[in-house]
């Protein structure tokens, strides 16, 4: 069983800064990519930020130069760094991972249960 669980949403006023985390634990056997989607009310998920087990980057254009992904290989985690924040940032912000678990031996998406972001003054 593979579980991402996500912590450090929360309220912050615009121009604030926050930090994601996201750990994946379980019959883990290797991991390809990991990253973060958000889902604002009444819209659809879209890609934030996502990044491979090499440390290639990937960033969606409205959070590019404002959110830095990294990963750690060793503990199986990825962060986000979300800095000027701004009110359209607010989403439920949910962890992915691209990985191969022993019990599949084939690569798969996995997803987190999400963490909400608010981004109000």
């Known amino acids: 069983q593979v579980q991402l669980v996500e912590s450090g949403g929360g309220l912050v006023q615009p121009g604030g800064s926050l930090r994601l985390s996201c750990a994946a634990s379980g019959a883990i056997f290797s991991i390809n990519a990991m990253g973060w989607y ?3 009310p009444g819209k659809q998920r879209e890609l934030v930020a996502t990044i491979t087990s090499g440390g290639s980057t990937n960033y969606a254009g409205s959070v590019k ?3 830095t992904i990294s990963i750690d290989n060793v503990k199986k985690t990825v962060d986000l760094q979300m800095n000027s924040l701004k009110p359209e940032d607010t989403a439920a912000y949910y962890c992915n991972a691209h990985l191969m678990s022993t019990a599949t031996m084939t690569y798969m998406d996995y997803w987190g249960k999400g963490t909400l972001v608010t981004v109000s003054s």
């Open 38 to 40: 958000r889902q604002a």
């Open 65 to 67: 130069g404002r959110f």
